[in-house]
Nanobody, 112 residues
């Protein structure tokens, strides 16, 4: 089974930045799309961004222009660069491979 581990979360002030990492146990991100999702307390999990195996990217309107998804196939690692963070971005962020394999999540908290 493919294993995925997210890291890089933390607590920042509004306007700050974080870079999340997502390491997979095999080369799944070179073969299938990789995505970032987030879930805030009491809310449904929502899609944040996707990068295809070929490198095409898509973003939710709520993060467009602020977040950037990328990957390093040689390292089996995906990334989410998060800039201009807002309190509304507070959530547990999850990485998914192929929309099937999921990590444990990493907490992002944005507050003054």
């Amino acid at each position: 089974q493919v294993q995925i581990v997210e890291s890089g979360g933390g607590s920042v002030q509004p306007g700050g930045s974080l870079r999340l990492s997502c390491v997979a146990s095999d080369n799944i991100f070179s073969r299938h799309h990789m995505g970032w999702y987030r879930q805030a307390p009491g809310k449904q999990r929502e899609w944040v961004a996707t990068i295809t195996s070929g490198g095409s990217t898509n973003y939710a309107d709520s993060v467009k222009g602020r977040f950037a998804i990328s990957k390093d196939n040689a390292k089996n690692t995906g990334y989410l660069q998060m800039n201009s963070l807002e309190p509304e971005d507070t959530a547990v962020y999850y990485c998914s491979g192929w929309g099937v394999y999921w990590g444990q999540g990493t907490q992002v908290t944005v507050s003054s």
